[in-house]
């Protein structure tokens, strides 16, 4: 079984970064795919970053050129940078992982919570 626990939420001005990360503990996930949603009040949810089944990342149009993601393997956690931000992109940000080649989302962190005032 795996957990993962995100961190690094908070708030923020518009404009400002913040960096959340996505520990995963249990076991190792170098071979699950790494994605970042975000649900924003009485929105549906919403995925806004992954990687490809070869590794390149992937990010929605609202986001493309102001949030980055990345993983180190060998602290098995992934990261989500995010600058420029918007009110917005006011939501909790939830990491996910799938095996590759699969849609189902095998495990889901609890979420944090990402306030950006204008």
């Known amino acids: 079984q795996v957990q993962l626990v995100e961190s690094g939420g908070g708030l923020v001005q518009a404009g400002g970064s913040l960096r959340l990360s996505c520990a995963a503990s249990g076991r190792t996930v170098s071979s699950y795919v790494m994605n970042w949603f975000r649900q924003a009040p009485g929105k549906e949810r919403e995925l806004v970053a992954r990687f490809t089944a070869g590794g390149s990342p992937v990010y929605a149009e609202s986001v493309k050129g102001r949030f980055t993601i990345s993983r180190d393997n060998a602290k098995n956690t992934g990261y989500l940078q995010m600058t420029s931000l918007k009110p917005e992109d006011t939501a909790v940000y939830y990491c996910?992982?799938?095996?590759?080649?699969?849609?189902?989302?095998?495990?889901w962190g609890q979420g944090t919570q990402v306030t950006v005032s204008s």
């Open positions: 996910a992982l799938r095996q590759v080649g699969t849609t189902r989302y095998d495990y």
